[in-house]
């Protein structure tokens, strides 16, 4: 017989499955190699404004927990992005992500080309998890249980259609999927600890379809831009760019 915390489970993983953005029309031409160039690009720049505001809603995540054992276990999520040194990290491999694509790094970090869309939608997460309590918080970050399937998937189709992409570059992927794993077993286990009541358990839910919401505005948001062909111009070209 199935039990609250099972159920709960099982709600989060149907919200994480059905509503994860690998579903996105941006999402699924990407995976089958139908972007041109200066679209990938546009979304590696747009993506990177997300990116840099991972250990930002950590660091807020970690002031609401009220033990040394979780505000650690939380820490190194944050480490995880900014590295514990400079040249480390997720934000690191991200600007070589950038970099392998064409992309100068000075362009990525000054966010002058990000479009309003996707400001908005990071900026929503990062006041959900500044304003909610900590079970909202941790549940929002567990779109973290369909990520390690979406960089594998990633990861094949950037070596099968996008060969111009320097394999160096793909690192984050790489690192992010067993990263997700770990992440998202530790946040679940959190958050059906944390859910005591039905009402508890509608507020993860509620959460982790928020979290869901912001990453598929963001790709609606590069979906929808227009690609510039100056900037562009100035990078390598990858196949039939220019045509």
Same mark, same amino acid.
């Given at each position: 017989?199935?039990?609250?915390?099972?159920?709960?489970?099982?709600?989060?993983? +149907? !919200? +994480?499955?059905?509503?994860?953005?690998?579903?996105?029309?941006?999402?699924?031409?990407?995976?089958?190699?139908?972007?041109?160039?200066?679209?990938?690009?546009?979304?590696?720049?747009?993506?990177?404004?997300?990116?840099?505001?991972?250990?930002?809603?950590?660091?807020?995540?970690?002031?609401?927990?009220?033990?040394?054992?979780?505000?650690?276990? =939380?820490?190194?999520?944050?480490?995880?992005? /900014?590295?514990?040194? /400079?040249?480390?990290?997720?934000?690191?491999?991200?600007?070589? #992500?950038?970099?392998?694509?064409?992309?100068?790094?000075?362009? #990525?970090?000054?966010?002058?080309?990000?479009?309003?869309? !996707?400001? #908005? @939608?990071?900026?929503?997460?990062?006041?959900?998890?500044?304003?909610? /309590?900590?079970?909202?918080?941790? @549940?929002?970050? #567990?779109?973290?249980?369909?990520?390690?399937?979406?960089?594998?998937?990633?990861?094949?189709?950037?070596?099968?259609?996008?060969? =111009?992409?320097?394999?160096?570059?793909? +690192?984050?992927?790489?690192?992010?999927?067993?990263?997700?794993?770990?992440?998202?077993?530790? +946040?679940?286990?959190?958050?059906?600890? =944390?859910?005591?009541?039905?009402?508890?358990?509608?507020? @993860?839910?509620?959460?982790?379809?928020?979290?869901?919401?912001?990453?598929?505005?963001?790709?609606?948001?590069?979906?929808?831009?227009?690609?510039?062909?100056?900037?562009?111009?100035?990078?390598?070209?990858?196949?039939?760019?220019?045509?």
């Amino acid at each position: 017989m199935s039990t609250p915390r099972t159920r709960l489970e099982e709600r989060l993983r +149907a !919200v +994480a499955q059905e509503r994860y953005h690998d579903r996105h029309p941006f999402n699924v031409r990407m995976h089958a190699g139908e972007l041109t160039p200066a679209e990938l690009r546009r979304w590696i720049l747009n993506r990177f404004h997300y990116q840099r505001h991972i250990p930002v809603k950590d660091a807020l995540i970690t002031a609401k927990l009220d033990t040394s054992r979780l505000r650690r276990m =939380w820490l190194r999520r944050i480490q995880d992005h /900014d590295g514990a040194t /400079d040249g480390e990290g997720g934000i690191e491999r991200w600007l070589r #992500l950038g970099e392998a694509a064409g992309l100068d790094r000075d362009r #990525l970090l000054s966010g002058d080309e990000v479009v309003p869309g !996707v400001r #908005l @939608a990071v900026d929503g997460y990062v006041n959900f998890c500044r304003l909610r /309590d900590p079970l909202e918080a941790v @549940a929002a970050s #567990l779109t973290e249980l369909s990520a390690p399937g979406i960089m594998l998937t990633r990861i094949d189709a950037f070596e099968r259609y996008y060969p =111009w992409i320097e394999r160096a570059g793909l +690192a984050y992927f790489r690192n992010r999927v067993g990263q997700g794993r770990r992440d998202s077993t530790e +946040a679940l286990d959190l958050v059906l600890t =944390w859910a005591r009541t039905p009402e508890d358990e509608d507020r @993860a839910v509620a959460a982790l379809a928020f979290k869901c919401d912001v990453l598929w505005s963001l790709l609606d948001a590069v979906d929808h831009a227009d690609t510039k062909d100056g900037p562009e111009a100035d990078t390598k070209d990858g196949p039939g760019e220019g045509t």
